[in-house]
């Protein structure tokens, strides 16, 4: 509201003022001349202190003004409306007349005369004032003279005459400068159509179409006005009116009962669309036009697919959108702006991505549905495709139709899309979803079991292929996987799982499909480039496949281990002949973990499961033998460890001694070879973990046998150990068969020390425990007086 003088205005006023500061300084220096004249001697002038800063204003004054303006004309208005609404029954009809008219009368014409004095924010203020008495006296009209008539017809008159007469008074000659008036009148024009609709029950369709009427004038304003504050005024009340018709005519459409209420709903949509696109047509800004034509794309697809869904049944609701968003892309080559062209192509590409996510379910439902088997293995062949894959899942809805989505997007994919950048990308997705497609086509036709599983071994068998023989854009190295390789290979390893899991129904089935899936992978491995995955696929079939065989065949679980463990034989021996390959670590991976199977399956008979640990040990030892595999000697020492004790277990062997010296002896034979090879090694890591295998359970054992067999026993070797380690000077025998044979001693004698303590009388233990505790004190302080000591000598030598 704060109001700008012309400029030649303001540099009189700047003028003005500059000559008033000239005079007040000449003033000035000419009574400090005559005051220095005055004085008997000159007095230095002492330095002036730098002046204070005043405070700094919280608020500027151009803000305190609109304030209290608008407080002002608030603060009236109210007045206004008490007055009409509370006091109006005192006054005789000329009396009202009188008040409200002069009162309006003068609000209007105040303006004017502030215009002319340079007060415009007061004028603006003034003017608002005036507009809202008018908005009084229409209301006191019809109170008083027309209360008989429709109040919505009558608001929806009072608001067209409002609009225009807001609109004339903001276009006169002396209120042109005025800026409130133009905006207020369009924002009331917001209302006659849309009240005369409701006044002549025009329906939702009636309402709808007043309310894109008004979004159409609004966006002729907002296009062609001239002051800023008018077209966004214009713009927000496009919005807001377009909005809202296009919301409704989208509900009319989806709730349409037949094919004319869908057409004048689409009707509606279609006006809506031309607004939007009009718009698109007029905008500068590339981002905002490419707005308004994915807005206008959307409603068109709306008016059209609306139109086809009352037509066709409900399972063809998707692709009938579907087809009107691929026909938007012939808008790429027509001859319009490039930012409408941008805008109605992401339209389309919006239209497929929805009608994508609506085909999820049904993919994911038949990829992960057949899990469920798992619980159900062999329990019979299902009766066809669909219910092979809706084991526990429920069946989506109205999804016949999903193969043809899939099968349009991808035609699009492949046909439309010939940007530069976008070809590649959509040359990786064609093929997924063509995978897809053929994927959800058992279940959807409800197609035999046997014949869905055999789409279903194709579709894996062409990803691997594809995979295979695809070749990547660009300079790529040759072992480089390009995208569509590694999209390929994915779908690959999916299907196959989805396959295996699909089989589980029937025996046959199981077998047939894990026959296959390996000797597929198995075969697909010869390419270098899918080996590192194919390979580890491969083998995983495989142990799929020994496990199903024995169980097949009637066996136990532990026996089913056996012929599991051929794999990760053959896993160590392809690894050893690979070398360096990338395919090696991934191999070697998957051979470990089918061991750990084999072992989980022959946990419940312990022989079978020592025999078992025992083919591991075998299998990592010589995994070991390779220069570069030596650390996985570790693990074959504690397999070949585990196997013995399971064993012995099973054998219901309950000495320690039986269980640690397999470990023991292997252990110290191990540190006498590294010390041998490196003759600076401690004794501790050498022989120090061999020696507690052996000692420490022992010890355990021993201290609470009440024979004196493995105490006898146990001390001789400890004594043996302390004089071995005395000898060559070794720490580790040392130390830990002294302890050993001390522990042991106390063991023995303990009886003896207790009835020695008993005889004692009891005045003994306090005492001895003063004289350890004054011996550690005097310790101590020696110490700390030797530390003084030190800090003193420092002191002096500083």
Sequence with gaps: MTYLPPPAEEL???????????????????????????????????????????????????????????????????????????????????????????????????????????????????????????????????????????????????????????????????????????????????????????AVDAGPYGGALALLVTAGFDTA???????????????????????????????????????????????????????????????????????????????????????????????????????????????????????????LALTSGCVQALALLWAVPLVAVTLAGPAAWAGHAWSGAPSDARAAVTVDAPWPPHAATVPVVLAIVTAVLLVAVRDRVWRPRALVAAPALAWATLLVLPPVLELPYAAGLSVQGLVTAGALLTAAFVRGHGPAQPAAQSPAQVTALVLALVGSLALSFTALASRSATLAALCVLTALFAGASRFPRLAPFTAPAAFGHAAALAVATGAAAGWQPAHTALLVVLVPTAAALLAARLGDSPVTVPVEVVGGATGLLATGLAVADPPLLALVLGLCAVITAGVALRPDRRPVGYASAVLFALAAWVLLASWDVVAPEAYTLPVTVPALLVGVLRRRREPGTSSW??????????????????????????????????????????????????VLGGAVLTLIALHELAPYLLQLTGALPRWVPPALAGLLLLALGATYERRIRDVRRVREVLGKLN
């Design 12 to 198: 009189r006023l700047i003028d003005a003022e500059l000559w008033q500061l000239d005079a007040r300084r000449a003033h000035l220096l000419r009574r400090r001349a005559w005051l220095l004249a005055a004085l008997p001697a000159p007095v230095p002038s002492a330095p002036l202190a730098p002046p204070l800063a005043p405070p700094r204003p919280e608020a500027s004054a151009p803000r305190v003004q609109n304030v209290l303006l608008l407080l002002g004309g608030v603060l009236l208005t109210v007045a206004a409306m008490a007055f009409t609404l509370v006091s109006w029954g005192h006054l005789g009809i000329a009396g009202r007349a009188l008040v409200l008219g002069a009162v309006t009368l003068a609000a209007l014409a105040a303006p004017v005369a502030l215009l002319k004095r340079g007060l415009g924010s007061t004028a603006e203020s003034v003017a608002g004032l005036g507009l809202a008495l008018t908005v009084l006296d229409a209301y006191a009209l019809h109170e008083a003279a027309l209360t008989g008539t429709d109040g919505t017809a009558y608001a929806a008159l009072a608001a067209a005459a409002l609009a225009g007469l807001w609109a004339a008074y903001g276009l006169l000659p002396v209120t042109h400068r005025l800026r409130t008036p133009i905006p207020a009148a369009l924002a009331c024009a917001q209302l006659p159509l849309f009240l005369w609709a409701m």
């Design 221 to 343: 304003v907002a296009l062609r006005g001239n002051a800023r504050t008018l077209r966004l005024v214009a713009a927000v009340a496009a919005c807001g009116t377009g909005g809202s018709g296009a919301w409704t005519a989208g509900l009319l459409s989806w709730d349409a009962a037949g094919p004319g209420a869908a057409a004048r709903a689409a009707a509606l949509l279609a006006l809506a669309a031309v607004i939007a696109l009009g718009a698109a047509w007029r905008l500068e800004r590339p981002v905002t036009a490419a707005s308004g034509a994915l807005a206008g794309g959307l409603l068109l697809v709306a008016a059209c697919g609306g139109v086809l869904r009352a037509a066709l049944p409900d399972d063809w609701t998707v692709p009938g959108h579907l087809l009107c968003g691929v026909a938007l892309l012939a808008a790429v080559r027509a001859p319009l702006p490039e930012p409408v062209r941008r805008g």
């Design 685 to 734: 890591p050498a022989y120090g973990p061999g020696l507690a295998a052996t000692l420490l359970p022992s010890l355990a054992a021993a201290w609470g046998d009440p024979h004196w067999t493995r105490p006898l026993l146990l001390g001789a070797a400890a004594l043996l150990l302390t004089l071995l380690g005395a000898r060559h000077r070794l720490q580790a025998p040392l």
